[in-house]
């Protein structure tokens, strides 16, 4: 596992993008830390996609606390149907899979110049 440690910082109107480092790799797992003196203001919204397809990560709006997601992607098969654990069952889901690409974090309603630290950590063996 490797892990990619960004901060991000909103503007005045209480938005904000950034990215992780370039990485090769499934994406495991993603931890929101609010922080403790000067963290998002409650009801903050993500929005955190792959720079360079804009494949959706974790979407989430009003946010109040520090959480954790696992975020997957459904599956498919050879002729593009969706994957089911049985008939009319559930998705199958895999991890998300990053090649020389970046992970874009893009904030709104985080209220001004608030601060909060993400943790994308990634499976890259």
Do not use: C
Not at 47 to 56: L, V, W
Not at 115 to 121: A, D, I, K, S
């Amino acid at each position: 596992m490797r892990r990619y440690k960004v901060s991000v910082t909103t503007a005045a109107d209480g938005t904000a993008t950034t990215y992780t480092p370039r990485f090769d790799g499934k994406i495991h797992s993603i931890h929101y830390l609010k922080d403790g003196s000067n963290g998002y203001a409650n009801g903050v919204d993500f929005t955190i996609t792959a720079e360079a397809t804009g494949e959706n990560i974790w979407t989430e709006s009003d946010v109040n606390a520090s959480t954790v997601r696992y975020p997957r992607a459904p599956t498919h098969s050879q002729a593009g149907v969706a994957s089911l654990y049985a008939a009319g069952g559930t998705a199958v889901q895999a991890p998300v899979g990053m090649a020389s690409d970046r992970v874009k974090i893009a904030l709104a309603q985080g209220g001004a110049s608030k601060v909060g630290v993400f943790h994308v950590l990634v499976d890259n063996r």
